[in-house]
C-alpha cells in the first residue's frame, strides 16, 4: 500500500504486475487512480474525506479507510461501503494491542 499518491510508482508496479494500492489524499488523485483502473483505493486520512467522497458511484472499486482508526469505527466504515480499514497507532494502548481488537476477533471466530 502507498503511503500517498504516485502515478509514476503505480504505473511501475503495473508494469511489473505487482499489485500496488494508492493513497488518495484529494479528489484529483481518486481520479487518477480511477483512470488508471485501480480496483482498490485506501483513502487517508479519511476522516479528512468521509464527506467527499460518495462510495456507491464506484461499483467496480473496493475502498480501504485508513488514518487514526480504531475498532469502534468498523461500523461506520462498514456502512459507508470500505470494504476494509487499517488500524495503526490507534490499535495500540501501552504499546500493547488494543483488547477491543482481540474481543472482535473473537466475536467473528464463533
Same mark, same amino acid.
Given at each position: 500500500?502507498?503511503?500517498?499518491?504516485?502515478?509514476? #510508482?503505480? @504505473?511501475? *508496479?503495473?508494469? +511489473? &504486475?505487482?499489485?500496488? =494500492?494508492?493513497?488518495?489524499?484529494?479528489?484529483?488523485?481518486?481520479?487518477?487512480?480511477?483512470?488508471?483502473?485501480?480496483?482498490?483505493?485506501?483513502?487517508?486520512?479519511?476522516?479528512?474525506?468521509?464527506? #467527499?467522497? @460518495?462510495? *456507491?458511484?464506484? +461499483? &467496480?472499486?473496493?475502498? =480501504?479507510?485508513?488514518?487514526?482508526?480504531?475498532?469502534?469505527?468498523?461500523?461506520?466504515?462498514?456502512?459507508?461501503?470500505?470494504?476494509?480499514?487499517?488500524?495503526?497507532?490507534?490499535?495500540?494502548?501501552?504499546?500493547?494491542?488494543?483488547?477491543?481488537?482481540?474481543?472482535?476477533?473473537?466475536?467473528?471466530?464463533?
Amino acid at each position: 500500500m502507498m503511503k500517498g499518491w504516485d502515478r509514476d #510508482l503505480l @504505473n511501475y *508496479s503495473n508494469s +511489473k &504486475n505487482h499489485l500496488l =494500492i494508492p493513497g488518495i489524499k484529494h479528489l484529483k488523485g481518486l481520479k487518477q487512480a480511477i483512470d488508471l483502473n485501480c480496483e482498490i483505493i485506501k483513502i487517508y486520512p479519511v476522516k479528512d474525506n468521509i464527506e #467527499l467522497i @460518495n462510495l *456507491s458511484q464506484y +461499483k &467496480n472499486i473496493d475502498f =480501504i479507510a485508513a488514518g487514526g482508526l480504531s475498532i469502534s469505527d468498523i461500523p461506520l466504515y462498514k456502512s459507508l461501503g470500505y470494504k476494509a480499514i487499517v488500524i495503526g497507532d490507534m490499535g495500540f494502548k501501552n504499546n500493547k494491542i488494543d483488547p477491543k481488537i482481540y474481543e472482535w476477533l473473537r466475536r467473528r471466530s464463533n
